[in-house]
């Protein structure tokens, strides 16, 4: 810890004007991608996308900003003398950061999920979802840490060890199975457009 507080350099103005950009950064991203972005939720596939590529893209893209998000905000709580909690606009912008972790947790599953709908499960995208959780789970922890201190890291890898382990003691393969022949099924009764696609998620 007092290795910590000697980091403790910059003011607070200086990572208050970065979360403020950071934030105003995916608010101007957010509205100007809004049909690309809820189409999931909708259950409408983009003409220029297959579900495979739809489903990737939001996978990768709520990574890369819960990555970028939490990065900055463990750096500005470790960097700024003045401590996130006792500052009502460093706390704010540090729960906006989050729950846009959480907003593009839910864009990524539905991706996922209008994906799975189409051509079942598999064990890869059963991994997805589990990734997809954990984001939200530790972004959740972050804004409850940043309202009162716990130990939310801890609690978020515990939280993410249970849900692994109740992951393995299901039966993925009859789901995946079960799945795979209610999306075979589907298409063989006249669900034309669906066609598949090798990706990471397969």
Request: charged fraction near 15%; charge should be positive; proline fraction near 2%.
């Amino acid at each position: 810890y007092d290795a910590f507080d000697k980091m403790r350099l910059l003011p607070r103005q200086t990572p208050l004007v970065a979360l403020a950009l950071l934030c105003g950064l995916y608010l101007v991203f957010f509205l100007s991608q809004l049909s690309y972005l809820t189409a999931g939720f909708a259950g409408v596939l983009p003409e220029e996308y297959t579900a495979a590529e739809y489903a990737r893209r939001g996978f990768f893209e709520m990574l890369q900003i819960a990555l970028v998000n939490l990065s900055v905000l463990a750096a500005a709580a470790k960097l700024s003398r003045t401590p996130l909690r006792q500052s009502r606009g460093l706390r704010g912008l540090g729960i906006a950061l989050c729950a846009s972790n959480l907003l593009f947790a839910a864009i990524a599953f539905s991706k996922l999920w209008l994906y799975i709908s189409r051509f079942g499960l598999t064990s890869m995208r059963v991994l997805a979802g589990y990734a997809i959780a954990v984001v939200a789970i530790w972004s959740a922890l972050a804004i409850a840490s940043l309202l009162r201190p716990f130990g939310a890291v801890v609690w978020g890898v515990r939280l993410a060890a249970v849900l692994f382990c109740l992951l393995c003691l299901c039966n993925i393969d009859g789901l995946v199975t079960a799945t795979q022949n209610q999306a075979t099924k589907e298409y063989l009764q006249g669900e034309t457009g669906y066609y598949y696609t090798n990706s990471f998620m397969d």
